[in-house]
């Protein structure tokens, strides 16, 4: 655990020069952002009398979280669950209105703009079967939350306007349910309207490697209209097929773990938070903990019917829950524990944390062509490098792609996340945080936005004018050669 001279003169409550002093001593020179080691802060803290213990706290709630997280369910006590699934799509193509339609409510036309503004979460029952419903505001949500590793999205519904194909966002979204290595079914949507050729859109599709069933290939077109509600019984049962394919599956007897959605402070009732149960049951009582947020659960109340109030929720139930001290971040995992005193030490811990990382600078936290070789160090398996490329021509990317497959590593496998045509984009830039990516742009620069969202997100985008160099520099750090950038 790297500790900044700044972190420990915070800690300690003792000025940073005085730090600085006794590591000047030993030959060191360190700045108040460079990061000591466990013996060295351990070294100087013994000159200084103090006493540190300073990894404990985290280390304790690593450890106890990842146990409960890890916990192997006993085969005999798993049950199928129904499957979450996320809308994506291009802007327009009827996400919303599909998910409106399906769930029997209409959003669209009560809200400003028909913009998306929240998390949407929502179970329906099909046949006897759940099926649960998360939307995400765009794919960035999606992605945002898979970068704070919660991967709550089972099935990825595309939905592609006929009367529109493909478009950026389209493609876009592929690449994200990709990256996300979840099954796609495609809505072709707006059927209804007069004169449309849906063979447009399915040639699209099939341009952008999802070949559809009716095709010879493995993705389920489903034809609907959100207007007349044509197709959505197919769809429904489309999902429900893919999911019974797929097997998931969760143990409901045993202490409840999830994801929070959203949440909020709301007047009268205290903090809101809409979260997904993903495995085990929540009830009533629990004692829940979740980032720097903790409580016991007063009260939940069903997602499509506010006013009705659950005592307890099953794998892949959302539901509203009463009860935090504070609103827990989007995205940020939630456990159930047996001791409130427990959870409250959990809780707090996270919010030193928290106030120490923003204090001092991090550093890259993703892969970086020269951080590449260490982290491969790690483990012996065949590890993935995976690659978000941009270029300023077709042609550039092709002959990209074909110097790439030249490159054979024994160790090392080469994952291109997405390659297109332009400069780079907040999007790219969030789908290589979540997805732990190196961003290569050829003849292109990234826009102002993506470069502050990579230095923030600790993204490395690294460009390039000539072919050869992309492949020498990926040689070179597969290596562990390579000299970084000046
Ligand atoms: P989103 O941006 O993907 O969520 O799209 P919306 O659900 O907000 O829909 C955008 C527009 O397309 C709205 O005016 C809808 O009424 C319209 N729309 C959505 N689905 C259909 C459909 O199946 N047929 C037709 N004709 N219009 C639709």
């Not at 590591?23 to 013996?39: F, H, K, P, T, Y």
């Not at 394919?245 to 938070?273: F, K």
Request: hydrophobic content about 40%; some cysteine; charged content about 25%.
């Amino acid at each position: 655990l790297p500790c900044t001279v700044r972190d420990l003169s915070e800690a300690a409550g003792i000025p940073a020069m005085q730090i600085q002093r006794v590591l000047m001593q030993e030959g060191v020179m360190a700045r108040i952002n460079d990061s000591m080691d466990e013996d060295l802060t351990e070294f100087v803290a013994a000159e200084l009398g103090l006493e540190v213990n300073f990894a404990q706290a985290v280390t304790l709630e690593d450890e106890l979280l990842a146990s409960i997280r890890d916990a192997e369910d006993p085969e005999d006590q798993l049950q199928p669950r129904p499957p979450v699934i996320t809308f994506l799509g291009h802007v327009d193509h009827g996400k919303t209105s599909l998910l409106d339609r399906l769930i029997g409510i209409n959003v669209v036309s009560g809200e400003s703009g028909g913009i998306t503004q929240h998390i949407r979460a929502y179970q329906i029952e099909k046949d006897g079967a759940g099926i649960s419903f998360v939307d995400t505001p765009g794919h960035e949500a999606f992605t945002e939350m898979r970068a704070r590793g919660a991967n709550v999205t089972d099935i990825a519904v595309l939905v592609v306007a006929a009367d529109d194909g493909v478009m950026p966002q389209t493609e876009e979204a592929i690449s994200h349910a990709k990256a996300a290595d979840v099954p796609i079914v495609v809505a072709l949507n707006k059927i209804d309207i007069p004169g449309i050729d849906p063979m447009k859109a399915m040639a699209d599709l099939s341009a952008n490697g999802l070949q559809p069933s009716e095709w010879g290939g493995d993705i389920e077109v489903v034809k609907t209209s959100a207007i007349t509600g044509e197709g959505m019984d197919d769809l429904l049962e489309t999902l429900l097929t893919v999911a019974d394919l797929n097997e998931y599956r969760a143990n409901p007897n045993r202490n409840a773990l999830g994801t929070s959605l959203e949440s909020q402070q709301e007047s009268g009732h205290g903090v809101v938070a809409k979260v997904i149960v993903q495995n085990g049951t929540l009830r009533v009582g629990d004692v829940v903990v979740c980032g720097d947020a903790y409580g016991r659960v007063r009260a939940m109340f069903d997602t499509l019917n506010p006013e009705l109030a659950i005592e307890e929720a099953g794998p892949s139930t959302p539901v509203n829950l009463l009860g935090f001290n504070t609103a827990p971040a989007a995205g940020e995992h939630f456990y159930v524990l047996d001791d409130i005193a427990k959870a409250r030490e959990l809780a707090e811990s996270r919010e030193d944390q928290a106030r120490r990382d923003s204090l001092g600078s991090t550093g890259p936290v993703h892969v970086t062509l020269e951080n590449l070789f260490d982290r491969l160090g790690h483990s012996e398996e065949v590890q993935t490098l995976n690659l978000i490329l941009r270029a300023d021509v077709r042609g550039s990317i092709e002959a990209i792609q074909k110097e790439l497959t030249k490159l054979d590593h024994p160790e090392v496998k080469l994952k291109s996340l997405l390659s297109t045509v332009g400069g780079v984009t907040e999007g790219d830039v969030q789908l290589a945080a979540a997805s732990d990516a190196v961003i290569l742009a050829f003849n292109v620069v990234p826009d102002e936005k993506a470069r502050s969202l990579a230095d923030k997100l600790g993204v490395q985008i690294r460009r390039y004018d000539v072919i050869y160099k992309i492949t020498d520099d990926l040689k070179l750090a597969l290596e562990g050669m390579l000299k970084p950038e000046e």
